[in-house]
């Protein structure tokens, strides 16, 4: 049996809420270290939930893959799939260092309140479906 489609997105959406304060605890774990420069999830892409109750129809985000000439530029990949350098950032120190901690505290804020949302959400989608199947509340 497949999991109703709002389940399955609110899943999603807790998977990448702790992916993102994994890399939030790596900000803050390196915030001394030189050179270091703070990185965040990207957004997640519910194009394939658009795909499944839109007829087929197909959206992708356009990625960029750094060529031999960006990288002798001196562009970097961030490592690990979704994880980006962070634009939303408010100083950077004289080392190259740019992990703010206020910042990344605010940001981090931001993800517990998300996470609680996505709790009450998913809580309430089970008490309709027990309410659904005769379980009662």
Do not use: C, H, W
């Amino acid at each position: 049996m497949d999991m109703p489609p709002i389940l399955s997105g609110i899943r999603r959406q807790m998977e990448t809420l702790a992916d993102r304060q994994r890399v939030i605890s790596q900000n803050i774990a390196n915030s001394e270290t030189p050179g270091f420069k703070a990185r965040t999830v990207q957004d997640a892409d519910f194009s394939d939930l658009l795909g499944s109750s839109a007829g087929g129809v197909s959206i992708a985000r356009p990625s960029v893959q750094l060529t031999a000439g960006m990288k002798g530029l001196g562009a970097i990949q961030p490592a690990g799939a979704g994880i980006v350098l962070d634009k939303d950032i408010s100083e950077t120190k004289p080392d190259g260092n740019n992990v703010t901690l206020e910042d990344q505290l605010l940001k981090l804020g931001q993800v517990q309140a998300d996470f609680t949302a996505m709790t009450n959400l998913y809580r309430k989608q089970l008490a309709m479906l027990k309410t659904a199947v005769g379980k009662g509340a």
